[in-house]
Nanobody
Framework: QVQLVESGGGLVQAGGSLTLSCVAS????????MGWYRHAPGKQRELVTT???????NYSDSVKGRFTISRDNPKNTVYLQANDLKQEDTAVYYC??????????????????WGQGSLVTVSS
């Protein structure tokens, strides 16, 4: 199966910047859409941004203009560059990937997998 490993979370001051990385590994045939979600205490999980295999991006209104998503397809990696961070950005951030995997018998199967989560805390 496919697995995602995140890195880059931590504590930053308001107005600062932070970069999250998410690396996919496993029997990957093709990754289609990758994205970032976040889950703040007391709030519902929120879609932050997505990027297609061709590089088309979408952003939630709350982060548009401040966050940038990018990907390195040969490395199966997606990044989230977060600038001008605000206290309301504090959350656990999860990366997500959807695509097709190859089994030991060379058969394809659809997958949707999540990273383990990265805590981003923005202080005043």
């Amino acid at each position: 199966q496919v697995q995602l490993v995140e890195s880059g979370g931590g504590l930053v001051q308001a107005g600062g910047s932070l970069t999250l990385s998410c690396v996919a590994s496993g029997n990957i045939h093709r990754i289609n859409t990758m994205g970032w979600y976040r889950h703040a205490p007391g709030k519902q999980r929120e879609l932050v941004t997505t990027i297609s295999s061709g590089g088309d991006t979408n952003y939630s209104d709350s982060v548009k203009g401040r966050f940038t998503i990018s990907r390195d397809n040969p490395k199966n990696t997606v990044y989230l560059q977060a600038n001008d961070l605000k206290q309301e950005d504090t959350a656990v951030y999860y990366c997500n990937a959807r695509g097709w995997a190859v089994t030991g018998e060379n058969l394809q199967s659809n997958f949707a997998v999540w990273g383990q989560g990265s805590l981003v805390t923005v202080s005043s």
